[in-house]
């Protein structure tokens, strides 16, 4: 099957910006359903973003709609999450799935998952 990796994270201060990348060396087949989840020390895994396989449709979690955009490169195998004003409650390592259906906010709905990237915000 297909393998996710995702880059982009690192440390930001209070108010700063990183945009993550969830990429693959081939086609994700079928252009699937991509979502972004994260997960805290000691915490469950919490839904971020996810993108249909057209790019054309997206969902976010009430915790960070207006400042996390889900974006789309299929010609490049890579989706993008895009994040402003970071906050240090979004400390968390960040993970990319994909799913054979459609954006959900549930984690089991997604079966191929990334090794995660790193995220952390200094306050």
């Known amino acids: 099957q297909v393998q996710l990796k995702e880059s982009g994270g690192g440390l930001v201060q209070a108010g700063g910006s990183l945009r993550l990348a969830c990429s693959t060396s081939r086609r994700i087949p079928n252009f699937a359903p991509v979502g972004w989840f994260r997960q805290a020390p000691e915490k469950d895994p919490d839904f971020v973003a996810a993108?249909?396989?057209?790019?054309?449709?997206?969902i976010y979690a009430d915790s960070v709609k207006g400042r996390i955009s889900i974006s789309r490169d299929n010609a490049a195998n890579t989706v993008y999450l895009q994040m402003n004003d970071l906050k240090p409650e979004d400390s968390a390592v960040y993970y990319c799935a994909t799913s054979h259906f459609y954006p959900a906010r549930e984690s089991d709905s997604y079966d191929n998952w990334g090794q995660g990237t790193q995220v952390t915000v200094l306050s």
């Open positions: 993108i249909d396989g057209s790019g054309g449709a997206s």
